[in-house]
């Protein structure tokens, strides 16, 4: 009877030291919650995600101060199924670090799971802006707005997708030189900035884009433009036409002391003639009037160029345009051929070669954009 009445006391003994335990000695803590490695980011906020974690009750984030050195508890999430969280309110282009604690309610108390293993981000950088461009004939400097940023990553439009072209590792660096390019020729260009984590993730801004052309490798003259201004159809100023008039009176000079003559309209029609004399061009810049002096009917007819002057712009650049004008140029000159042949075709009727050497002429406008060639007869 003795010996079992000891043996009661002592599991009453047990039971009771049993019961005596505190509650959180037989309950396991929740895990340490498995951050993404992936995570969005705007200028100002940061959205992590994580794996849920099965029997628990919340989540806690935590961010890392660096003015203080701590971690700070920036949101407690009171579910199991919330699995990610946004923090919002940050600066751009700066670096954060989080870690995320798991817990779960046991007899009214919170259990904590260990931290997460600490998670490096960085919000997005504001977006890059091109400035004023500086083009050469076979390059383009591309200049932007600095911003607060790791580097920026330039891309250049080919085959319809933008390729990149450079990665620039310093937020202060403002330009960039692209050569070897074609004259007279567009190029569209991107430029995203960027900003990078700790463990070298980048955030890249939007990219903002620019489209920049080439010099032309032409150089129009004052006279290039004067032609330019009469195929594009406008009425040529004063200026304008003393240029035209001196580029074709100088063509003309070249016939000046010679009888035997090969002439061209401009067009591909040839002809040779000869004067019984030398020539002797004398300009006569008081023959003005059209009406009164156009005897020989040599003119060019600048109206209606404008279209085809457009299309070859469309065709060829600039470079199509000045090959153009050019050849109008070439036809206007040689108003001076038609009339040396035309004068000696009606002096030749009347008999009358011997005097058609001595020549007084000039060129002059009429008022529908013709040129035509002047003189006394």
């Known amino acids: 009877m003795k010996k079992l009445l000891a043996a009661l006391s002592a599991s009453v003994i047990m039971l009771a030291s ?68 946004r923090d919002s309110g940050l600066s751009p282009a700066t670096k954060y670090k989080y870690k995320i604690k798991a817990y779960k309610r046991v ?31 076979t390059s383009i400097t591309l200049n932007w707005n600095p911003v607060k940023c790791s580097g920026y990553t330039l891309y250049q439009k080919k085959d319809s997708k933008y390729t990149k072209i450079t990665d620039i590792k310093d937020m202060n660096v403002s330009s960039f030189e692209i050569k070897n390019l074609q004259p007279d020729t567009e190029y569209s260009f991107k430029i995203k900035a960027y900003a990078r984590d700790l463990d070298l993730t980048r955030q890249y801004a939007s990219g903002n884009t620019r489209s920049q ?16 201004s009469m195929c594009e159809g406008k009425r040529p100023t004063s200026e304008e036409q003393e240029l035209i008039r001196n580029d074709i009176l100088d063509y003309a000079m070249k016939f000046n002391g010679q009888k035997n003559l090969h002439l061209s309209d401009g ?13 002797e061009m004398i300009i006569r810049r008081d023959l003005t009037d059209v009406e009164e002096n156009a005897h020989m009917d040599a003119h060019d007819q600048y109206d209606g160029l404008d279209v085809l002057l ?3 712009y469309r065709e060829g650049g600039e470079q199509g345009a000045y090959n ?7 036809t206007s000159q040689h108003i001076i051929d038609c009339a040396l042949r035309n004068r000696y075709e009606i002096r030749e ?8 050497h001595i020549i007084n002429f000039n060129i002059g406008f009429d008022e529908y954009n013709n040129i035509w060639f002047l003189s006394e007869g």
Not at 267 to 279: K, Q, R
Request: hydrophobic share 30%; charged share 20%.
């Open 18 to 85: 049993a019961s005596a335990l505190p509650a959180s000695a037989a309950v396991s803590k929740p895990a340490a919650p498995q951050v993404e490695n992936a995570y969005s980011a705007s200028t100002g906020a940061v959205r992590l995600k994580w794996a849920k974690i099965k029997g628990v009750s919340g989540y806690r984030v935590y961010r890392y101060d660096s003015s203080t050195k701590k971690w700070k508890t920036i949101k407690t999430i009171g579910r199991s199924s919330t699995t990610e969280y």
């Open 107 to 137: 007899n009214g108390k919170a259990v904590w799971g260990s931290a997460s293993t600490a998670k490096n981000t960085t919000t997005k950088p504001s977006a890059a802006k091109f400035s004023k461009s500086s083009v050469t004939k």
């Open 213 to 228: 052309s080439t010099k032309s490798a032409v150089t129009w003259s004052k006279t290039m433009l004067a032609y330019k």
């Open 324 to 330: 153009f004008v050019k050849e109008c140029r070439y």
């Open 349 to 356: 009727l009347h008999n009358s070669l011997e005097s058609a």
């Open 310 to 312: 457009k299309e070859a």
């Open 267 to 279: 067009y591909g029609s040839t002809w040779d003639i000869s004067y019984p004399h030398p020539l």
